[in-house]
């Protein structure tokens, strides 16, 4: 069965802080990627890695930069929260054998940023 | 620039009653239209992937249809527990990024 794990489903963080977001996948998928989730806005890119070690910006990267030092898992990091990263962050991960390959959603981690 | 619009924002049902809801796209070069149901809290569970227009798919009471420019998901004789949002995708670019639609949210009462 596919699984993304997010490991913290709730997180309540200060201004200023360091905050990390981990997700572990087990279908040795080659590509992993992070979105947001805003009401009203959607789901929106924010990084994506397509093996180890790589990383590609999405549509909204300032503020959040990503880790993927081993194939199934992959951080998102926000080096100074601020309360507009105050968000839904979900996890996804897709082989990379073609394109139009089902993309694999974790359960989110909720983030207020305080 | 590419773009998915979906319609509408909120539909509500009564048990039973069929619709149909709505994504239209805008994308160079499509690889792949896929829709996804969320559940409150929790994230998107993948539901179909569509390729070619014509193309037909089906799971229980969900049938989905493309087209050249726009994707269609018809719910049949619908219950209470198919409530949830239901977002289209579109696969555009390598590496499979994906484009998202805003979502509709459905509420189907008994």
């Known amino acids: 069965d596919v699984k993304v794990t997010q490991s913290s489903r709730y997180l309540v963080k200060r201004t200023g802080e360091k905050v990390f977001l981990e997700c572990v996948q087990d279908m040795d998928h080659e590509n992993m990627f992070w979105y947001r989730q805003d009401p009203g806005l959607g789901l929106r890119l924010i990084y994506f890695?397509?093996?180890?070690?790589?990383?590609e910006k999405g549509d909204i990267p300032e503020g959040y930069s990503v880790s993927r030092e081993k194939k199934e898992r992959f951080s998102l990091i926000l080096e100074s929260a601020s309360t507009n990263q105050t968000s839904m962050y979900l996890c996804?991960?897709?082989?990379?054998?073609?394109?139009?390959?089902?993309?694999?959603f974790g359960e989110g981690s909720w983030l207020t940023v305080v | 620039e590419d773009q998915v619009t979906q319609s509408p924002e909120a539909l509500r049902l009564q048990e039973g009653e069929s619709s149909s809801l709505n994504c239209s796209y805008t994308v160079s070069g499509l690889r792949g239209l896929f829709w996804y149901r969320q559940d409150p809290g929790k994230g998107p569970e993948f539901l179909f992937t569509l390729y070619s227009a014509g193309e037909e798919k089906e799971k229980e009471r969900l049938k989905a249809t493309l087209t050249k420019k726009e994707s269609f998901l018809h719910i049949t004789a619908p219950k209470p527990e198919d409530s949830a949002t239901y977002l289209c995708?579109?696969?555009?670019?390598?590496?499979?990024?994906?484009?998202f639609g805003a979502g509709t949210r459905l509420a189907v009462h008994p």
């Open positions: 995708a579109v696969g555009s670019g390598g590496y499979n990024k994906l484009i």
């Open positions: 996804a991960s897709s082989f990379s054998d073609g394109s139009g390959n089902t993309i694999y």
């Open positions: 890695s397509y093996d180890v070690k790589m990383k």
